[in-house]
């Protein structure tokens, strides 16, 4: 038997950009907190990145397809490199992001690189959550906490900008802009344009510029460009919502702006350009490097980040912000008296509904006809769904049994489909809730039922196999959501 | 001339009076309201003439003007200590003061309030004594609270069945309202998630006044359990006077020590709640049943 206190996971990280493919592979140590005389309270006590992978370009074929074989041999070897094998890989994520969410077999490519890349590594996508494990993965979200500040962590990609706001750790806001450094594509340390992506040819419009594939590029008008697209991403949260340049290029509704920003951090490949000092200058060779203009982006926004009036805050990860996100922090652990049955996990992908909008009513009559409603409204019709409830009405013994008779009878059809009952608590009652719904139904045994964890409408849920002897379960949750292609 | 307490009744009042008129109280009532506010943030001082306050919530930020009143906030909300609570020159600000002389007035009523007998019988279970006589001697002599009264034993011995697998209890230790506050919640918590581990051999549930962790050792060789567990009141602090714990024995004899129970402690509303504690103890029992041992050995085993 595992050691009950302690517990080590192995997780990798995968983000497959719309420039580059990143790989880390890092150790989570789980603890449990508690002492001896004390219900256990198991946490992430610590985040180890064991092995950091090279930066590659992520290999698509033409456009418009994600070279799916490539990818794979591109994992096995840096797996080689790191010396693990799929199998020593306990869990993790594999995120799709900026432009290459959009093409045409990135929901493919995905599931199957996860099932490949191990056990409970799960696929994700979405501005949402791209923004998230951005600003997890920069440090943003532990600067909010450290400093008790709301901090803005701008996320600029390839081909998207990702913002999220955390308010103390807490995710407030996020929202994706279509503006990256590899919207224009150079050849490489020269000045002909080798490829314009349909939102840089907004941008070049809105400037009055016309460059075709082909032609060379003057520094000048580049400079223009990058000056735009900067200017659109600062105004998304420092100017006018919804105007100009920065409307247009929205990919996501506007942040809702009802909170006061103190502080600005940048990551992703770009943001090296940001904060170094050395890069206000750059020569054309020095611009056209990686073969487009993202250099000359980050210089640009360096301007225009200085200019927003917030404090500027250094990133601890700037073009790995995303995959250290995916890898260390989109993993995490349940309350630690919880009911599950083990032979039922992992279970993956499973949809989330809230029948309630706060705490579950008191009546097991409205409990039932609220999940019932619910669950016909999201109509998931293949697939056991998890039931996202806050608590009982208040946390009284006859509360719980009033929830348990209410979930039961509200889940009826979906007992005798053989789903599963899948519950998911924000409130410490996950063990009590588990049981009273046994003493229902006796001899079920396909209820989970886990607490302590926040889930979303329309959020997706991975749960993993207890560890810590048992005490805990992995939870990852994420928006499967992609990216609508737009309009080329 | 005053007496002493009618002198400190008169300032108490007069210091209401002054806080009310300077809008550091919210709501002060001068008809005659002598019951007591059931909010729980919302804490009330009843003085001699009746009239009832209600202080502010303990959360609020009580420091002047503060630079960053968020992260303050964030602080207070961390900790249920006295923090982010400002001061008057080097003292507490009155608020503070009567907040303390109020939390201090709960965790002296949780110690020296009897159990009521109208939750033992909403509870239906029955009560014994140990061989202390009273509250006071309760305090001062821990060992007689730690043997049961001779009445105690036989009635024990009439009312519950003999070996069981498991025998739960209540005593009321150092806080009578951890009794009253979280057992209503717990046992049938408790009782349910033992049933559903197939565990049914459960004794008669009892309450024992003026009891001791380590009566329970003596009522386990009494009737044989296979467990026995003790719901007592914890020694009530300022943070909270309505914390339990739960003492598990497997197999109690005379020989019995500390390292040989095990403890689940901090059981109330703000720690783990009643219910969850009590479907969690349900697993632990079951654990100490299979293992055939408890405390320490438990745990390294």
């Given at each position: 038997m595992r050691d009950r206190n302690r517990d080590e996971l192995i997780s990798v990280g995968i983000d497959i950009g719309t420039t580059t493919t990143q790989v880390i592979i890092s150790k989570l140590t789980l603890e449990n907190l508690a002492g001896r005389f004390s219900v256990p309270r198991v946490q992430i006590t610590q985040k180890e990145i064991l092995y950091?992978?090279?930066?590659?370009?992520?290999?698509?074929?033409e456009h418009h397809l994600i070279d799916a074989p490539a990818v794979a041999a591109l994992l096995s070897a840096e797996y080689s490199k790191a010396g693990f094998t799929t199998g020593e890989i306990d869990t993790g994520a594999v995120i799709i992001t900026g432009e290459t969410a959009k093409k045409e077999n990135a929901k493919a490519v995905i599931s199957q690189l996860a099932g490949f890349a191990g056990d409970f590594v799960v696929a994700t996508a979405g501005p949402k959550l791209e923004a998230i494990m951005a600003g997890k993965g920069s440090g943003a979200q532990a600067y909010s906490v450290k400093h008790k500040k709301t901090v803005i962590n701008i996320d600029v990609g390839g081909g998207t900008s990702n913002y999220v706001v955390f308010n103390n750790g807490k995710v407030v806001d996020t929202a994706c802009i279509n503006v990256g450094g590899h919207l224009v594509e150079l050849e490489p340390l020269g000045s002909r344009v080798a490829y314009v992506a349909p939102a840089a040819r907004k941008v070049m419009r809105e400037c009055g510029l016309t460059i075709e594939p082909g032609q060379t590029a003057a520094y000048a008008d580049l400079k223009k460009i990058t000056d735009k697209m900067a200017e659109a991403v600062v105004a998304v949260f420092a100017g006018t919502p919804g105007q100009g340049m920065a409307g247009e290029l929205m990919m996501t509704e506007d942040l809702r702006r009802d909170y006061i920003l103190d502080t600005v951090m940048v990551s992703g490949g770009v943001a090296d350009f940001v904060y170094d000092q050395e890069a206000r200058a750059l020569s054309m060779e020095e611009v056209s490097r990686y073969g487009d203009i993202g250099p000359l982006l980050g210089v640009s926004l360096h301007k225009a980040v200085l200019e927003s009036g917030l404090f500027v805050a250094r990133p601890e990860e700037t073009i790995r912000a995303t995959v250290i996100g995916a890898g260390s922090q989109s993993l995490e652990v349940s309350g630690s008296t919880i009911s599950v049955v083990e032979d039922l996990l992992p279970l993956t992908n499973i949809p989330v509904v809230k029948p309630f909008a706060g705490l579950a009513p008191?009546?097991?009559a409205k409990v039932k006809t609220l999940v019932e409603r619910s669950l016909e409204i999201s109509g998931f019709e293949d697939t056991s769904v998890a039931l996202a409830i806050a608590g009982p009405a208040d946390m009284s013994f006859n509360s719980l049994q009033s929830l348990a008779r209410g979930l039961t009878a509200g889940l009826t059809r979906e007992i005798e489909r053989g789903r599963l009952i899948i519950i998911v608590l924000e409130q410490d009652c996950a063990k009590a809730l588990g049981q009273?719904?046994?003493?229902?139904?006796?001899?079920?045994?396909s209820i989970v039922c886990v607490d302590q964890v926040l889930v979303e409408d329309g959020d997706y849920i991975d749960i993993g196999k207890p560890i810590i002897g048992g005490r805990v379960v992995p939870i990852i949750v994420k928006t499967l959501v992609f990216n609508r292609p737009d309009n080329d | 001339m005053a007496t002493e307490e009618n002198l400190e009744s008169m300032i108490v009042q007069n210091v209401l009076k002054e806080l009310a008129k300077?809008?550091?109280?919210?709501?002060?009532?001068?008809?005659?309201?002598?019951?007591?506010?059931?909010?729980p943030t919302h804490r009330s001082i009843v003085n001699d003439a009746d009239e009832y306050i209600e202080l502010p919530p303990i959360s609020e930020i009580l420091i002047h003007e503060p630079i960053h009143k968020e992260t303050v906030a964030a602080l207070k909300a961390m900790t249920p200590a006295r923090i982010g609570v400002g001061r008057a020159g080097p003292r507490y600000r009155t608020t503070t003061l009567l907040h303390y002389l109020a939390d201090h007035s709960q965790a002296q009523d949780a110690v020296f309030l009897d159990v009521s007998d109208e939750f033992?019988?909403?509870?239906?279970?029955?009560?014994?004594?140990t061989q202390v006589s009273d509250r006071e001697e309760h305090l001062t002599r821990p060992d007689l609270g730690c043997r049961l009264s001779r009445e105690a034993r036989e009635k024990i011995s009439v009312n519950c069945k003999k070996n069981v697998q498991v025998q739960v209890f209540v005593a009321d230790g150092l806080s009578s309202k951890a009794i009253e506050s979280n057992v209503a919640e717990l046992l049938p918590a408790l009782?349910?998630?033992?049933?559903?581990?197939?565990?049914?051999?459960?004794?008669?549930?009892?309450?024992?006044?003026?009891g001791r962790v380590r009566v329970?050792?003596?009522?386990?060789?009494?009737?044989?359990?296979?467990?026995?567990v003790e719901l007592v009141g914890e020694r009530p602090g300022l943070g909270t006077a309505n914390s339990l714990s739960a003492y598990i024995i497997y197999k109690p004899t005379e020989k019995t020590v500390e390292a040989d129970r095990t403890v689940v402690s901090n059981i109330h509303m703000g720690g783990t709640?009643?219910?969850?504690?009590?479907?969690?103890?349900?697993?632990?029992?079951?654990?100490?049943l299979k293992a055939k041992t408890s405390g320490i050995k438990l745990t390294t085993g």
């Open positions: 950091r992978s090279a930066i590659h370009f992520t290999p698509l074929i008191a009546d097991p009273s719904i046994k003493h229902l139904i006796p001899g079920n045994r | 300077n809008g550091f109280l919210q709501n002060v009532k001068t008809a005659s309201v002598p019951q007591v506010s059931e909010t033992l019988q909403r509870m239906g279970i029955f009560e014994v004594q009782i349910q998630g033992l049933q559903g581990e197939g565990i049914t051999d459960i004794g008669t549930p009892f309450f024992v006044k003026y329970e050792d003596e009522i386990g060789i009494l009737l044989n359990a296979e467990v026995v709640p009643p219910v969850e504690a009590g479907a969690f103890l349900a697993g632990l029992i079951k654990d100490i």
